[in-house]
């Protein structure tokens, strides 16, 4: 079975020009069949893509073209399956949404952790550890003793930090982590700019440790959940064992598919109550149209990306 390379890349860098990047992008995808997204903004580039190794690399090559993307890093994996149906270019106001005026990692931002590092920083008593995650992201998996802020999307941090700043404060240090390094590393400019002095985050984030770091050796419990249709990866980046609600998108266990309120493609036990029966008839008729697309060998395009609900993350959020 051929395997599909996914790339996940981000870069805070000025790119006031971010909107002509768009036209030469969506072309090299087109002809190298790249699927996945990404997001522009004049803050720099974060996305998500996948398709066959030598599309995936001719895309990488186009963006360092850029002098700006130079030295432009992302992180490899492989899936079994195509984990996007479709190429998407998006232009945001922020590549990650914090919302917070003047926050410019760019210029201003935490240390570096290598993974190789990062076990003993956390295993010191007087460093406050952070998933600057969200919450059904942390309940699938998270470092042990990490603080889960219980955010429902990373707008939400700044208001955490705000409340909890003066137990963080207690730690000589800060350290925090995310999915791929572009949320934490955004956070440690937020702390810096709220006055504290020693905050890390963690390089290339949770998915570049589980590569790095032997299963012997690790601090991370469980799974991470990645913004694709794998749901879930583990150690050496291997596709995990979770599933999706199609229609709020937390990642499901095998008994948790077994609740009476479990609909393939349409609500799970955490949405089910939330959802309309217009809306349940739509998921119920889309996840139809998917099935039978998928008996004829074909790629449903309305399947590509579940429904967003209010207060849940963008599907690019890391």
Same mark, same amino acid.
């Given at each position: 079975?051929?395997?599909?390379?996914?790339?996940?890349?981000?870069?805070?860098?000025?790119?006031?020009?971010?909107?002509?990047?768009?036209?030469?992008?969506?072309?090299?995808?087109?002809?190298?069949?790249?699927?996945?997204?990404?997001?522009?903004?004049?803050?720099?580039?974060?996305?998500?893509?996948?398709?066959? %190794? =030598?599309? +995936?690399?001719?895309?990488?090559?186009? @963006?360092? !073209?850029?002098? &700006?993307? #130079?030295?432009?890093?992302?992180?490899?994996?492989?899936?079994?399956?195509?984990?996007?149906?479709?190429?998407?270019?998006?232009?945001?106001?922020?590549?990650?949404?914090?919302?917070?005026?003047?926050?410019?990692?760019?210029?201003?931002?935490?240390?570096?952790?290598?993974?190789?590092?990062?076990?003993?920083?956390?295993?010191?008593?007087?460093?406050?550890?952070?998933?600057?995650?969200?919450?059904?992201?942390?309940?699938?998996?998270?470092?042990?003793?990490?603080?889960?802020?219980?955010?429902?999307?990373?707008?939400?941090? %700044? =208001?955490? +930090?705000?409340?909890?700043?003066?137990? @963080?404060? !207690?730690?000589? &240090?800060? #350290?925090?982590?995310?999915?791929?390094?572009?949320?934490?590393?955004?956070?440690?400019?937020?702390?810096?700019?709220?006055?504290?002095?020693?905050?890390?985050?963690?390089?290339?984030?949770?998915?570049?440790?589980?590569?790095?770091?032997?299963?012997?050796?690790?601090?991370?419990?469980?799974?991470?959940?990645?913004?694709?249709?794998?749901?879930?990866?583990?150690?050496?980046?291997?596709?995990?064992?979770?599933?999706?609600?199609?229609?709020?998108?937390?990642?499901?266990?095998?008994?948790?598919?077994?609740?009476?309120?479990?609909?393939?493609? +349409?609500?799970?036990?955490?949405?089910?109550?939330?959802?309309?029966?217009?809306?349940?008839?739509?998921?119920?008729?889309?996840?139809?149209?998917?099935?039978?697309?998928?008996?004829?060998?074909?790629?449903?395009?309305?399947?590509?990306?579940?429904?967003?609900?209010?207060?849940?993350?963008?599907?690019?959020?890391?």
């Amino acid at each position: 079975m051929a395997e599909y390379l996914v790339a996940a890349l981000y870069k805070f860098v000025r790119l006031p020009d971010f909107y002509t990047l768009k036209p030469k992008i969506l072309a090299c995808c087109a002809e190298a069949q790249v699927n996945g997204t990404l997001i522009l903004a004049e803050e720099g580039i974060n996305g998500t893509v996948s398709g066959p %190794p =030598a599309g +995936v690399h001719a895309l990488l090559a186009l @963006l360092r !073209e850029d002098p &700006r993307l #130079a030295d432009l890093v992302h992180k490899e994996s492989t899936a079994s399956e195509a984990p996007f149906n479709r190429m998407k270019v998006h232009f945001k106001k922020e590549i990650v949404t914090m919302g917070v005026p003047g926050i410019d990692p760019s210029q201003r931002a935490g240390t570096y952790v290598k993974p190789k590092d990062w076990n003993a920083l956390i295993s010191d008593p007087d460093v406050a550890v952070v998933d600057t995650r969200n919450l059904y992201e942390v309940a699938i998996g998270t470092f042990a003793g990490a603080t889960d802020p219980q955010t429902t999307n990373f707008r939400e941090f %700044p =208001a955490w +930090v705000q409340n909890e700043k003066e137990a @963080l404060q !207690e730690k000589t &240090r800060v #350290a925090m982590f995310c999915t791929g390094g572009i949320r934490c590393e955004k956070a440690t400019s937020l702390l810096l700019q709220e006055g504290f002095e020693e905050v890390y985050h963690l390089e290339g984030g949770i998915l570049k440790y589980l590569e790095e770091i032997p299963e012997e050796d690790t601090l991370w419990e469980g799974q991470c959940f990645v913004f694709d249709q794998r749901v879930s990866v583990g150690h050496r980046l291997a596709e995990g064992d979770y599933d999706m609600c199609h229609g709020c998108r937390h990642p499901l266990t095998e008994e948790e598919k077994l609740r009476p309120e479990y609909l393939p493609g +349409v609500a799970c036990h955490r949405c089910d109550a939330q959802t309309t029966d217009e809306q349940k008839a739509r998921f119920a008729e889309r996840h139809k149209q998917m099935e039978l697309a998928a008996n004829r060998g074909e790629i449903h395009l309305g399947g590509s990306r579940p429904p967003i609900h209010k207060n849940q993350t963008p599907i690019l959020d890391d």
